[in-house]
């Protein structure tokens, strides 16, 4: 019986080492148990003390995570700061005005800056932000939502144009929308169950305020909104050229559940990108079941491992940055 397993262990101890040879190793569950046992500990540790304060932290890092994995890959690139009096050409994915609003710079970088005292040069910034979303969003629960695998490595490169280009936007159409995940390799159910994210957090009216005064360029409202629903955004965003206020995604904008598809239901979703999921037979089937709060649960937790692993650097690829905001000099 034991020796039948020897050519087994040859044959993956080969592959293990061309694997690393090419820098192609994939992400692996507590990849730094060696390394840095204390990683995920102290990034949890960090991410709850700012939650516990701060409820609105865990919409901030979901949306931070999402907005990494667009962009070349979950790589942290989006922490990356524009270099000094950089031209239009050479500004960081950060300035983009779709990262404008992104927020929780400042507590990655608290962790960062912990775990480099602990074991200095060992974790990456890109799994800090996989970690810290997954542990924001699952501090109310008291257990963790999904799983994170590790070995994520810090890319070195961050551009405004790749994040205008590849950054969903939320007058898109849903055939937009699919391409823009398919592109990324992530198809029309994740899709779906993703978008349950915009269950958390606000959204700026200046966004969707076409879809309230002027839908098709004739003064007119998005008939695809619930008329009641309509009313009482405009009362909230009163003036056009208002770039500060922000609306509720729903009614419990601090508690992560299902509740995004049953206000998307109503017609209550609140950009063409939510809206637009029930235009597509298969998108509004999938809409269906996640109206189930244990199928979104468990459906939530897969895709996000799945959205986690884009174009990922593992390996000997990239750097494993000093500071997050910074490549190595
Ligand atoms: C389907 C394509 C998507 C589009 C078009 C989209 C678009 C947007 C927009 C326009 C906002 C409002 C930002 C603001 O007004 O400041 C927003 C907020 C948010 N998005 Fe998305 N998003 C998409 C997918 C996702 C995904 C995949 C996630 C995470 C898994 C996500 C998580 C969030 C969260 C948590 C917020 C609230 C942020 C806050 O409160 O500061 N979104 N999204
Ligand atoms: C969706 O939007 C794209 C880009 O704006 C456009 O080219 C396309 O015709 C639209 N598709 C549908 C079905 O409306
Ligand atoms: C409505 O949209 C049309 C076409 O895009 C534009 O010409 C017009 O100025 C807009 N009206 C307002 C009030 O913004």
Known sequence: MRTSYVPLLVFLVIIRVLGLAHGAATLSMNFYQKSCPEAEAIIKKVTW?????????????????????????CDASVLLDSPPNAQEKDKAEKDAPPNKHLAGYDVIELAKAQLEKTCPGVVSCADIVALASRDSVSFQFHRSLWEVPTGRRDGTVSLQ????AQLPDPSSN???????????????????????????????????????????????????????YAE???????????????????????????NYYKILKQNKGMFTGDATLLTNPEASKIVDKMLDSKTFFTEFAQSMQRFGAIGVLTGDEGQIRKKCNVVNA
Do not use: W
């Open 49 to 73: 003390a700012h939650v516990s304060s701060n409820p609105q932290l865990p919409a901030k890092f979901l949306r931070l995570q999402a907005h990494d994995c667009f962009v070349r890959g």
């Open 232 to 258: 009482l955004l405009k009362k909230k965003c009163l003036n056009q050229r208002d770039f500060k206020t922000t609306i509720d995604m729903d009614e419990s904008p601090l508690t992560f559940d299902n």
């Open 161 to 164: 144009q790749e994040a205008l």
């Open 174 to 228: 849903f055939t937009t929308l699919q391409k823009n995940f398919a592109d990324k390799g992530i198809n029309i159910n994740d899709l779906v169950v993703l978008s349950g994210a915009h269950t958390l957090g606000v959204g700026h009216c200046f966004l969707f305020k076409n879809r309230l005064y002027n839908f098709t360029g004739k003064g007119d409202t998005d008939p695809s909104i619930d008329p009641t």
